[in-house]
């Protein structure tokens, strides 16, 4: 009995996976997932397995590789799973820009502002309807759905993040076009540069701030004795 009982366990556990993708339909043909450190698009589902096309991997910005992959439905029990389109079928995507301290960074923020608005636009219409529908079954509460950019003092420059919303399988497709017309706009304004990790030998002596200069006098602020 024992023996037979572990011969089983894979058969049992498959069986066992199944079951539980039918009723509680963690995913679905058509959905991207990842489980058990593999990501892909579902084009399969059996008793004993389930089959992905592969993304990401040596591929970059979660696209196909063409392998398929299939998988034991045991994982579906022992494995955490991740769905990209189940309830609310978006992502959030960021998009770092790093420019000089130098540089107008507040004018720079506003343009990357401007960018994002006009190309991600229609993703953010998508992404309202699709969260008020996804809002009565799961616990999903999302106050700004529009682009935003934060600020952050790097070791190079004033680094820029664009964080934008977008359907999991067009993330590529909106980076490329946001990073293009960021390259444009930016080469078009005289008070913006973006930074790269250099070299920069600073005389403390001549730019460092004045009061804190070789030879300079301080005041002394504890109180005189006399």
Known sequence: SAGLAIALRDFVTAVAGWLFLLLRKPFEVGDRIEIGGYRGDVIDVRIFKFTLVEIGNWVQADQSTGRIIHLPNNLIIQ???????RGFRHIWNEIEVLVTFESDWRRAKRILTEIAERQTGEFTDQARNDLRQAASRYMLYFTHLTPIVYTRIADSGVLLTL??????RRRRGAEESIAEEILTRFAEEPEIDLAYPTTRLFRHDREGKTALRPGTETRDTEPDPD
């Open 79 to 85: 494995e955490t799973i991740t769905n990209y389109t």
């Open 163 to 168: 964080r934008h919303i977008c359907p999991p």
